[in-house]
């Protein structure tokens, strides 16, 4: 970047001092036109005021006056045959007649270069008829030795100075890089100290310049999301591990029971069916870390079909009544909705672990109460709420969370892994759908919004149940 700011500093400058030369190489062109003409001018009024032949003598002595005043200035007035009526001392100008076109000067405002034994002059001429109807000639020429010089020297003083410029443009636009480098810099060094165990490390807003502060605000944000999804994944890592150790432990220690003495078939029968038990479960982890590992590489891909979400409600309210009949719970379905586009199995699944929770949280005599509701032609709503003890507000947003569970002695007892519902959310979230959860003391509610998609059919469908 510096060298391309010199690059264009230099051409700008040797631009300017193009023109300046040139403009001044024109203004002092123009003065010595001028100044020639004016002369030849006050040569031809003498001339034409004092006879050359009867009053030589004044009218020499006014040239002389005219001339004066002009420095270097050569003069030369001849007759029509040649015979020199006045010349100044120096080069003969009668010579430019050969050298020089002599007729395109002779009109008025033009001039001639001569250049002559190392010495450059601009030459004009004029010719003159005198009331007798004499012709003189008057070649005149003014000295461009110091104008030339003094354009050289011009030349030269703006070329050193366009050298010094761009050596300052160059050194001030690395200053000022360094400068604004400095703070980048200093953030390069700590981003590159930030590693896996460092996550935690927030740059302070305060020791980074204005400009930077929404970059590092950035930065940090970034670093909280990484933080978090590294922390979710080591705590899932250590869930997994914990998930699998218990099982496999149950079995081994079962296994060495059995084999510690000998036992009756019907014993190692019931040895078997309970590791069958761990087995499964063991196995129904497995499916369900395998699907979320799914939906976390976005390989969930819902075969789409024409769901009737009321119809589905109805079947796992039947598939349920057993269980929901043991603790004397009543399921009730209220409302309808369009036909819905997703997975069935899917969503078969998300609703059967939303209804099991339920089921599970419901006190006895309770009633769990499924709301479905379209909310426009594109949008459905579920609730499914559950009357049971209030969840503490601190535990909602983690919910979601693999592996989280409210109450952990209920796990050791052999009850939920705790990633229903982290499964539910996939679910939703892969039918571009959001799940929520509110809890008080009258219920706690699961909401489902999904959107239809597209509409097939218009159909309304009513509640059964
Ligand atoms: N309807 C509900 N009412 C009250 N608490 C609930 C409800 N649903 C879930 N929870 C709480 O949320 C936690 C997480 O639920 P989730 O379904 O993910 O796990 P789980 O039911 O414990 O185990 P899993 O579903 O894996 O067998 C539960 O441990 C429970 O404490
Ligand atoms: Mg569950």
């Known amino acids: 970047m510096p060298l391309i700011v010199c690059f ?40 034409s005021y004092y006879d050359p032949q009867e009053d030589r003598e004044n009218l020499i002595q006014n040239i002389l006056l005219i001339l004066a005043s002009h420095n270097r200035l050569l003069v030369c007035i001849v007759d029509e045959q040649n015979n020199i009526l006045y010349k100044t001392r120096g080069p003969n100008l009668l010579l430019t007649r050969n050298k020089l076109n002599y007729h395109s000067i002779i009109s008025k405002q033009k001039t001639a270069i001569w250049n002559y034994n190392h010495h450059s002059y601009r030459v004009a001429a004029s010719d003159f008829l005198t009331l007798k109807g004499k012709k003189y000639t008057t070649f005149i020429a003014i000295e461009r030795d110091y104008q030339i010089e003094f354009i050289n020297r011009l030349h030269d003083g703006l070329i050193l100075l366009i050298f010094i410029a761009c050596l300052l443009t160059l050194f001030g636009t690395l200053l000022t890089i360094y400068i604004t480098q400095k703070p980048i810099n200093r953030l390069i060094k700590i981003i590159e100290s930030v590693n896996s165990k460092s996550l935690n490390y927030r740059i302070p807003i305060n020791t980074v310049p204005v400009k930077y502060i929404s970059l590092i605000k950035a930065f940090n944000n970034m670093l909280s999301r990484m933080e978090f999804v590294f922390q979710r994944q080591s705590n899932f890592t250590a869930d997994i591990a914990h998930e699998m150790r218990t099982p496999i432990t149950n079995l081994t220690t079962q296994t060495q029971i059995a084999l510690n003495n000998a036992r009756t078939t019907s014993e190692y029968k019931e040895v078997l069916y309970s590791h069958l038990e761990e087995f499964e479960r063991l196995s129904q982890t497995i499916t369900d870390m395998l699907f979320l590992a799914h939906a976390d590489n976005k390989l969930l891909k819902p075969e789409l079909s024409d769901i009737d979400i009321v119809k589905m409600f109805t079947a796992m309210f039947d598939y349920f009544e057993f269980i929901a009949e043991e603790k004397n719970i009543k399921l009730e379905l209220k409302g309808h909705c369009h036909l819905m586009q997703g997975d069935k199995l899917m969503i078969n699944r998300a609703i059967g672990n939303l209804l099991s929770n339920a089921i599970e949280h419901t006190p006895i005599d309770g009633t769990i109460t499924v709301n479905v509701n379209q909310i426009n032609q594109k949008t459905i709503k579920i609730v499914i709420a559950n009357p049971g003890k209030e969840i503490n507000k601190k535990h909602l947003p983690h919910l979601f969370d693999r592996f989280y569970r409210i109450d952990e002695s209920r796990h050791r007892n052999g009850q ?50």
């Open 8 to 47: 264009f500093t230099c051409i700008l400058l040797y631009g300017l001092s193009h023109f300046i030369e040139r403009s001044f190489e024109k203004y002092s062109v123009a003065q010595n036109i001028a100044e020639l003409h004016s002369v030849i001018e006050s040569i031809e009024r003498e001339i």
């Open 416 to 465: 939920g892994a705790g990633i229903g519902l982290a499964i539910v959310k996939s679910i939703v979230e892969a039918h571009n759908g959001t799940i929520t959860v509110e809890s008080d003391k009258a219920s706690t509610r699961f909401t489902m919004i999904f959107p239809i998609s597209q509409i097939k059919i218009s159909k309304f469908y009513q509640t059964k149940k």
